[in-house]
């Protein structure tokens, strides 16, 4: 099934150049419609008051981290389908593991660059 | 009687060794109290934070004039190069965890100087003692979990990290 460009997606991060970051590859890839939230109690807010499909979300945020949001999604019969995927500084092999059992789809670390983002999303949505 | 002139010489023995911690916790909390006044450490938070604050806004004028680079034109090796871009400015992210994680070190290393010191005021009985502050417990549970950017020599690569998630 074709990608769908139109889709909503939600950007997570406490830095605000990353937001821009983020928003500018997706646009570069194709997506265009893009709301952001600066920690995960925000994220969840936007997630509860509007239908998305697609959360990339940081990990280390106050007062929720994007682990603890990846949760509450998870938890959330009405969110819980919500493809997920964390892009974070954070690489032990504990926190990818700690990820993956809580539901993420995927998992880039940074530094990334807009490759890296299209090969992790085509994983998750489909090729495109 | 010599048991009783014993027991004085050891009483003023331990009297004299009581003395010498005594001094000893004196000089130890002149020294912290020293090293908290006198310390660069408030000022290089203060420089950290103006790093923090400088390269933020220095990122986002790069962001910007490059998103609007990007929507002035379709050709390809721009939007190549715009890209390079992005990824180059995610080092601000990083450098911005880093520096938050030493402010932090900072903090910690300040209180745990100035608990030391007004416990050996209180152990000196130069002013009233003051409870000991205790150091700060390890992390549980998912905060164990936050730690910030490993070391450039240390960080896995994103390959290593596929693989780490394809096998689990």
């Known amino acids: 099934m074709a990608v769908n460009f139109n889709m909503q997606i939600l950007i997570v991060d406490d830095f605000k150049t990353m937001l821009k970051i983020v928003d500018g590859m997706l646009k570069q890839l194709g997506f265009k419609n893009i709301d952001e939230a600066s920690d995960g109690t925000m994220a969840l807010e936007k997630l509860r008051s509007k239908k998305y499909d697609l959360v990339l979300s940081d990990w280390n945020m106050e007062p929720m981290s994007g682990f603890e949001l990846l949760k509450q999604v998870r938890a959330d019969a009405s969110l819980k389908h919500i493809p997920f995927v964390l892009i974070t500084a954070e690489s032990k092999t504990e926190n990818i593991i700690a990820a993956k059992q809580a539901g993420v789809n995927n998992y880039i670390v940074k530094p990334f660059n807009v490759n890296t983002l299209k090969e992790k999303l085509s994983a998750v949505l489909g090729a495109f | ?168």
Do not use: W
Not at chain 2, 113 to 120: D, I, R, T, Y
Not at chain 2, 143 to 148: D, E, Q, V
């Open chain 2, 1 to 168: 009687m010599p048991e009783a002139k014993k027991a004085a010489d050891d009483l003023r023995g331990l009297y004299a060794k009581i003395e010498e911690i005594l001094k000893q916790f004196r000089e130890i909390r002149e020294e912290a109290e020293g090293i908290v006044e006198n310390s660069q450490m408030p000022d290089a938070a203060l420089h950290l934070n103006d790093v923090l604050q400088h390269t933020e806004e220095a990122t986002t004028t790069i962001l910007d004039a490059a998103t609007t680079i990007g929507s002035l034109t379709d050709n390809a090796a721009v939007a190549e190069q715009i890209g390079r871009i992005y990824e180059a400015c995610t080092f601000q992210d990083i450098s911005g965890q880093r520096i938050k994680k030493v402010l932090k070190h900072l903090n910690t290393l300040e209180e745990q100087l100035q608990g030391l010191s007004e416990a050996a005021r209180g152990a000196t009985g130069d002013a009233a003692a003051k409870p000991r502050a205790k150091a700060a417990p390890a992390a549980t549970g998912d905060a164990a979990l936050m730690n910030g950017p490993a070391l450039s020599t240390e960080a896995p690569s994103q390959a290593d990290v596929d693989a780490m998630f394809k096998n689990m």
